[in-house]
């Protein structure tokens, strides 16, 4: 069986490179090799990873390239993305795009060179400039997760993102980005919540307010929400396989909280996912029987 080079071993590398470390073309296509992106290979062994791709795009895109979009964010720190999205985002000049490649994303953008910055050797659009670009391009859920996200680890603040947006003109999909600006809460402290907020605002509902903070007649807090409608005391919370760990300390917690008169109604991803006008008739149905 084929042995890897030392040289080539645990990271990616090109064809180039393999022929350096004396790898031929037909050794590339043995089962001791992964192909990652045209061009581009990997020691079988070594398992997929969003770093892992991200690596390996460095290696084939141009210096003119500027990470974007939700590469951009991860990068940042901030890694709201499905676990199975492994794209590579990349923005580039007019002009200077490079030829797509299967897992990574190309685009045409005008950037200042104050909408860059460094990272690691890397070029990334700017916390805000991230931002503004997810709120255009994505989805409108999926450009208020980034937003909501980015806000909420301080990288940005909203003022600052309403500003960038009024001082923009003529870019693609700008009025658009512009009006979910409405949307972002920096209190929200995950896509899931960002989530679960959209689908009852979406859905009619008032919008909510998050992470509220309850406390008892004798000022001791109590817990925290996710959504509150406080008028009418009902919470709203979405519960992930990461709650199952920390079950019985929410179990507590609500039941605290349904001690005091708190309504509380709790939703998983399928529910926002799958069934999302489920979750508003029921929050509207609470609502309409605490009016009542």
């Known amino acids: 069986m084929h ?18 470390a004396g790898v031929s073309a037909a050794q590339l296509r043995s089962r001791a090799y992964r192909l990652v992106f045209r061009g581009v290979y ?15 795009a460095r290696l084939v895109i141009p210096e003119c390239g500027v990470a974007c979009g939700w590469t951009a964010a991860w990068l940042h720190g901030v890694d709201v993305r499905r676990l199975d999205d492994v794209t590579v985002h990349v923005g580039f000049p007019k002009g200077k795009r490079t030829r797509p490649r299967v897992g990574i994303g190309v685009c045409q953008e005008t950037l200042d060179p104050l909408d860059i910055v460094e ?19 994505l989805y409108y859920v999926d450009g208020v997760v980034v937003a909501d996200a980015m806000c909420h680890a301080e990288l940005v603040q909203l003022d600052e993102l309403r500003a960038y947006f009024a001082a923009k003109r003529r870019l693609r ?25 959209l689908v009852l605002i979406t859905g009619g509902l008032p919008a909510p307010h998050s992470q509220w903070k309850v406390y ?22 979405y519960d992930g396989a990461d709650h199952w760990n920390q ?20 939703f998983s991803a399928d529910d926002i996912f799958k069934t999302p006008d489920m979750v508003v008739d029921q929050v509207r149905a609470a609502l309409r029987t605490r009016a009542a």
């Open 119 to 137: 990272l690691d050797g890397v070029r990334v659009t700017t916390p805000v400039r991230t931002a503004f670009d997810c709120l255009r391009w």
């Open 247 to 266: 079950r019985r300390e929410d179990d507590r917690r609500r039941a605290a909280l349904r001690a005091l008169g708190w309504d509380i109604h709790v």
């Open 173 to 197: 999909n700008l009025r658009i980005g512009e009006r979910l600006l409405d949307l972002v809460d920096p209190k929200t402290e995950s896509p899931m919540e960002t989530r679960l907020r």
């Open 3 to 20: 042995r890897v080079p030392e040289a080539l071993a645990g990271r990616p590398f090109t064809i180039a490179m393999a022929a350096a």
């Open 42 to 56: 990997v020691d079988a062994t070594v398992d997929d990873s969003r770093e892992l791709r991200f690596a390996a």
């Open 216 to 237: 008892d007649a004798d000022g001791a807090h109590v817990g925290r929400l996710d959504l509150a409608y406080v008028d009418a005391m009902i919470g709203v919370e």
